[in-house]
Nanobody
Framework: QVQLVESGGGLVQAGGSLRLSCLAS????????MGWFRQAPGKEREFVAA????????YYVDSVKGRFTTSRDNAKNTVYLQMNSLKPDDTAVYYC?????????????????WGQGTQVTVSS
């Protein structure tokens, strides 16, 4: 079992930045691939980014490439999502998720454990 707690969300103006953190507890964090998803009101949960257990193969949805960066610190059991040049369309609840193994995945059903989410609101 892995418990995930996100933090770092908030209200920011368009063009601004936020850094989300996801602290994991429970099983050995380093053996899990981590993903970030988001869900806007009335929309389905959307893949944002994923990072393998070694941190060497981050993967992003096209809409955030060049603006978002995910990284992890296995010593701190924490994964990060640095979000720059934010747009109103980025407004959503952001979730981190974990799946065992080294392969990244983009479908929400491929992840076994989820955090409670953190709200990100980008004003125009």
């Amino acid at each position: 079992q892995v418990q995930l707690v996100e933090s770092g969300g908030g209200l920011v103006q368009a063009g601004g930045s936020l850094r989300l953190s996801c602290l994991a507890s429970g099983r050995t964090f380093s053996v899990y691939t981590m993903g970030w998803f988001r869900q806007a009101p009335g929309k389905e949960r959307e893949f944002v980014a994923a990072i393998s257990w070694t941190g060497s193969r981050p993967y992003y949805v096209d809409s955030v490439k060049g603006r978002f960066t995910t990284s992890r610190d296995n010593a701190k059991n924490t994964v990060y999502l640095q979000m720059n040049s934010l747009k109103p369309d980025d407004t959503a609840v952001y979730y981190c998720a974990a799946r065992p193994g080294r392969n990244t995945a983009i479908m929400h059903y491929e992840y076994d454990f989820w955090g409670q989410g953190t709200q990100v609101t980008v004003s125009s």
